[in-house]
């Protein structure tokens, strides 16, 4: 080639300039573990559903949800949400409302009629599942994905367990639970009512099955010793809350005493005052702060006029009133009498001081260890008898009904693994996608949608549902506040910050690469993705 | 303010992208068909924001004129590391010139252009357009000249600047453009006022304004959407143009690759740099500070400032600089509800 005065190379492109030889450090994308999924008792995608729910594809999101928990709208209404705690959204303005979402899907699954995929093939193998509460549905529910036959025994007249006899129709309508009931027997699953089990292992042998799942629950109220007269009416919160279900609506009369501190005493509260009681008073012997009861169930328990009488106990009980005495809190914060004394007038006295385990079915089964009144099981959710799993409020651990859904799913894959003569090891964690991974200055401000409640004089009076639902609108800005922690949303920073241009983008859905020929190892990519997908890792040099 | 209101999209306008947003709601660099002005092989520094600033500008600039665009690139770092013979990253008509005659030059294209169009039949105004672009070097001191005439006879060039505060490749020597009490080799940290002297240099968009033509705007490399929205609006209007960016230099700087981008928007927040639009002498917008913040904040992870934070922090020298901040802040009206 001819080539000008002075010139002797052609002219060339930066392209042959590898700059990517310069990089002591290399970007690698990773997925990180959003704190939303970490606190998750159900194990949910909470991200990943949300991903979805963000682009208007409920349906998609609903079956992202449902791959973890089958009961969404059930969820959206009683779940005590830890994920929101965790959000890390609460650093920027207010934690993202997970809650009316998931309920917002759910109730868009029962409206539009979504059903789950039957299982491609069966495995042959049958398990029983005790109990159709919470874990019980969840076990059988995945247990029937995976392809097994599954039947549920259930002592009482309905599904549902804590669910129905348990949380009051105000917090959970009752053709809700239905729904999601129901869409779990058309995957094929066999739901026995009015059957308990009297000997798990007789069950097991007439029903021919090749695994168990108990998930009887605790629904036997503790007694505590109160010295009283015979005109007192005194009961306890669970069979308060049971008989609601039934014809006859329980008798408490107009001024109602409920002795406890946690969430079923604040349930048979609302619930008396519903009943047209005048007066429901909770006597607990420590402090709010204290209440195991969550705080928002407080709330609204004192908006609707039930009163808290704070550091007493119940020393009495009399003909159409109680002795109550106050209590200090010592310097540990314990209660300790004070000898002062008060009386209250009242109908009926309410225990609501926790629940035991009818575990009477477990009699003769070799190997089981039980202790404080609650079966022991491994971390496979299986008890000491092989081929018996347990879980829900049966087993040691916090009496919730995510809780109980997440011991679902996670005995029905030990279970899955147990009948194919394996152990199921699940996938290895990523790494917590904490706030500081994060780079917040991306996220626009955005606050908290608040969902709508009933208004004040139908909640002392009907059972309507207390807290209404988001609609599409707001559900879909609710989604959109999601920071996607940890998790690439194709937001395009790194590709449009590299000083190199060395991010391609590989399309929608499909996030990026880099090219390792020009990337010098700079790290903006890193420093300015907003969710922390992006991790600095040392080269071998 | 030209760049788009920030809508609730999960990260607003903020980010690039957004896989949620209308392509039309993108920027350009959101685009995987996007020009690449300045191809990948350059040799700046790692976390370069120069690069990266041309590459948005430029970018902004190939869309706006459909390809129809030659690039005068003043002689600078970004001269330098993009085009070491026989190579070059430059993916469109560009030519170097001296390190003091990029406006001139740029002007000579444009009349050129001119005359081409008319001898075609096309009319006076030609569709092929022209921008000029340098470092503060070439902009502020030595190519002033060029820019000061181009600037007054109104001539169809817009003239893109850099400003990394410094003579960075040659071996971070002090320009006009440079921050008082910053550190370079030609301003040590010694004596009793270290660094470079307060009241010294010049702030060319200030004098840009002045000479009353037809835009005029600030922009750093933390702004994309702003940066894009300006480019695109100053290649709408004929004249003079002149866009001043705020491109963080990690070596000249002393601070860590990474962040670039992170020390271009505290630049902003804080006040250091203002950020507006000005059109026929008036300044008529400024990006409002979103979170303010002490000048520390943009102070302290650059070592040209570390003299400032010894044993015994300067306070007396961090006070004058943030006066010298809350005065653009007053001055351009910053924060909201500020007035012009």
Known sequence: ?541 | MSHQPVKFYQTGTFTVGNRLLAPEERSVQASAKRFNSINSGHRACQGCGEALGARYAIDAAMEASHGQLVCANATGCLEVFSTPYPETSWQLPWIHSLFGNAAAVATGIAAAMKVKSIKAGKGPVPATRVVAQGGDGGTTDIGFGCLSGMFERNDDVLYICYDNGGYMNTGVQRSSATPPAARTATTMAVGPEPGNVFGQGKFVPAIAVAHEIPYVATATVADLRDLEAKVKKAMTIRGARYIHILVPCPLGWGAASHETIKLARLAKETGVFPVFEAEHGEITGSLKIRRKLPVEEYLRPQKRYAHLFGKQPRVEVIARLQALADRNVKKYGLLDGGTL
Not at chain 1, 443 to 459: G, K, N
Not at chain 1, 483 to 508: H, M, R, T
Not at chain 1, 515 to 529: L, M, P, Q, S
């Open chain 1, 1 to 541: 080639m001819d080539k000008p005065f002075a010139i002797t190379l052609d002219p060339g492109s930066s392209l042959a300039n590898r700059t990517g030889s310069w990089r002591t450090y290399k970007p690698v994308y990773l997925d990180r573990l959003p704190p939303c999924n970490a606190a998750c008792p159900a194990g949910e995608n909470i991200q990943g559903w949300l991903y979805h729910a963000e682009s208007g594809d409920y349906e998609a999101a609903w079956r992202a949800l449902t791959e973890n928990n089958p009961l969404p709208a059930i969820m959206g209404r009683v779940c005590y949400h830890p994920c929101e705690g965790a959000c890390n959204r609460q650093h920027i303005d207010a934690a993202v409302g997970i809650n009316s979402v998931e309920r917002f899907l759910g109730d868009e699954a029962i409206k539009r009629g979504w059903a789950f995929p039957k299982p491609e093939k069966k495995s042959g193998k049958r398990v029983l599942v005790v109990g159709a509460g919470p874990s019980g549905l969840s076990a059988a529910y995945h247990l029937a994905r995976l392809g097994h036959e599954v039947e549920i025994h259930e002592a009482g007249p309905y599904a549902g367990g804590m669910m129905r006899f348990g949380i009051p129709q105000y917090r959970l309508p009752r053709d809700v639970l239905n729904a999601e009931v129901k869409r779990i027997l058309d995957l094929g699953v066999v739901l026995r009512l009015d059957t308990k089990v009297a000997n798990i292992r007789e069950s097991m042998q007439v029903g021919k099955f090749d695994a168990a799942f108990l998930a009887v629950g605790a629904h036997i109220g503790k007694r505590a010793f109160i010295p009283a007269g015979d005109a007192t009416k005194i009961v306890d919160a669970v069979s308060v809350l049971r008989s609601m279900e039934g014809e006859e609506k329980p008798m408490l009369g107009r001024r109602v005493v409920v002795y406890g501190g946690g969430n079923t005493a604040i349930d048979v509260a609302r619930t008396a005052k519903r009943l047209g009681a005048t007066e429901a008073i909770i006597v607990y012997r420590r402090t709010r702060e204290k209440m195991p009861a969550h705080d928002f169930e407080v709330e609204e328990a004192l908006q609707e006029g039930v009163m808290v009488k704070w550091l007493s106990t119940i020393k009495q009980a009399g003909e159409g009133e109680i002795t109550i005495e106050k209590m200090a809190l010592d310097d540990k914060g314990f209660p300790q009498p004070t000898g002062e004394f008060e009386t209250l007038a009242a109908d009926s006295v309410v225990l609501a001081l926790g629940q035991d385990v009818d575990l009477s079915l477990l009699d003769g089964v070799p190997g089981l260890e039980i202790k404080d009144g609650t079966v022991q099981v491994g971390p496979n959710m299986m008890t000491g008898h092989a081929g018996i799993f347990a879980g829900g409020d049966m087993v040691p651990s916090e009496r919730t009904v995510t809780v109980a859904v997440g011991h679902g799913k996670k005995a029905a894959r030990h279970i899955d693994a147990w009948l194919a003569g394996g152990a199921y090891a699940p996938a290895p964690k990523h790494e917590l996608a904490g706030f500081e991974k994060l780079n917040p200055w991306y996220y626009s401000e955005a606050p908290h949608t608040l969902r709508p409640t009933l208004d004040i004089i139908r909640r002392q009076s009907t059972f309507e549902e207390v807290q209404g639902g988001l609609d599409e609108g707001n559900a879909l800005f609710e989604a959109r506040r999601c920071l996607s922690c940890g998790n690439c949303f194709e937001c395009d920073n790194c590709y449009g910050v590299c000083p190199d241009n060395a991010v391609i983008k590989l399309g929608p859905g499909k996030r990026f690469e880099f090219n390792y020929d020009y990337c010098k190892g700079c790290g903006v990519c890193a420093a300015e993705c907003p969710c922390g997908a992006i991790k600095m890792v040392a080269e071998d040099i």
